[in-house]
Nanobody
Framework: QVQLVESGGGSVQAGGSLRLSCTTSGYTYSWFYMAWFRQAPGKEREVVAFIHTFSGGTYYANSVKGRFTISQDNAKMTLYLQMNNLKPEDTAMYYC??????????????????WGQGTQVTVSS
């Protein structure tokens, strides 16, 4: 059974930092892409960042570029999201997602095959 488990969320003040982790298990092969999405109340789920697990290539949403860093530890089968200089508008539930194949729009939630349960990030001003 494939599982993605996020951790590291919490409440911080604006300008603070958090590091999210996503540990995967139950999948024998390597994912093509892993990503972080977020969803604020009343809004659609949006991509924050994703990484091509073989090449290490990354993508960031414009709203987080320069502040967030996505990385992976293949030995630990863990995905990370380092979030610096957090802003109140970063407040959301953050989800880890994994994609088995190479096709589809990797910026779209619908392209991902497995999801974690989410971890809440709250940034106060």
């Amino acid at each position: 059974q494939v599982q993605l488990v996020e951790s590291g969320g919490g409440s911080v003040q604006a300008g603070g930092s958090l590091r999210l982790s996503c540990t995967t298990s139950g999948y024998t092969y390597s994912w093509f892409y892993m990503a972080w999405f977020r969803q604020a109340p009343g809004k659609e789920r949006e991509v924050v960042a994703f990484i091509h697990t073989f090449s290490g290539g990354t993508y960031y949403a414009n709203s987080v570029k320069g502040r967030f860093t996505i990385s992976q530890d293949n030995a630990k089968m863990t995905l990370y999201l380092q979030m610096n200089n957090l802003k109140p508008e970063d407040t959301a539930m953050y989800y880890c997602a994994a994609k088995r194949g190479s096709g589809g729009d990797t910026r779209s939630a619908g392209a991902y095959d497995y999801w974690g349960q989410g971890t809440q990030v709250t940034v106060s001003s």
